[in-house]
C-alpha cells in the first residue's frame, strides 16, 4: 500500500499561490489504475474534492476551482503537487493528498497526515 505525505508552507498571503508537493513512497505515480487526488477541509466544512491527476498524466478538476487549480507530476521525484492561485482566507484549510485505485471490483484509498494552510496577511 502507498503511503503519501503532504509538504509545503503553512501561511500563504491572499492573492498569492499556494503550493503543496504530495510525496509518494511504496509504490510509482506511473503505476497503472491509480488516482492521486487532492482534497481539502475547509474549518466547519465537509471534504472538498479539488482535482485529480491519474497514472498516464491526465487532469481533472473541481468546476468550482478550474480557473484557479493546476495539478502536476514529478515522476522522477515521485511526487505530484498542487498549486491554487489567487488564495483568500476561504482557501483556508487542512489539504491532503490521497490516491485510489481499483483491484478486482474494489476500490482501495490512501491519505496522506494533511497539512494544515492558513491565508492571512
Known amino acids: 500500500q502507498v503511503q503519501l505525505q503532504e509538504s509545503g508552507p503553512g501561511l500563504v498571503k491572499p492573492s498569492q499561490t499556494l503550493s503543496l508537493t504530495c510525496t509518494v513512497s511504496?509504490?510509482?505515480?506511473?503505476?497503472?489504475?491509480?488516482?492521486w487526488k487532492w482534497i481539502r477541509k475547509p474549518p466547519g466544512k465537509g471534504l472538498e474534492w479539488m482535482g485529480t491527476?491519474?497514472?498516464?498524466?491526465?487532469?481533472y478538476y473541481s468546476p468550482s476551482l478550474k480557473s484557479r487549480t493546476s495539478i502536476s507530476r514529478d515522476t522522477s521525484k515521485n511526487q505530484f503537487i498542487l498549486q491554487l492561485s489567487s488564495v483568500t482566507p476561504e482557501d483556508t484549510a487542512v489539504y491532503y493528498c490521497?490516491?485510489?485505485?481499483?483491484?478486482?471490483?474494489?476500490?482501495?484509498?490512501?491519505w496522506g497526515q494533511g497539512t494544515q494552510v492558513t491565508v492571512s496577511s
Open positions: 491527476i491519474t497514472y498516464t498524466g491526465s487532469t
Open positions: 490521497a490516491s485510489r485505485v481499483m483491484r478486482g471490483s474494489s476500490w482501495y484509498d490512501s
Open positions: 511504496g509504490g510509482s505515480i506511473t503505476t497503472n489504475d491509480y488516482y
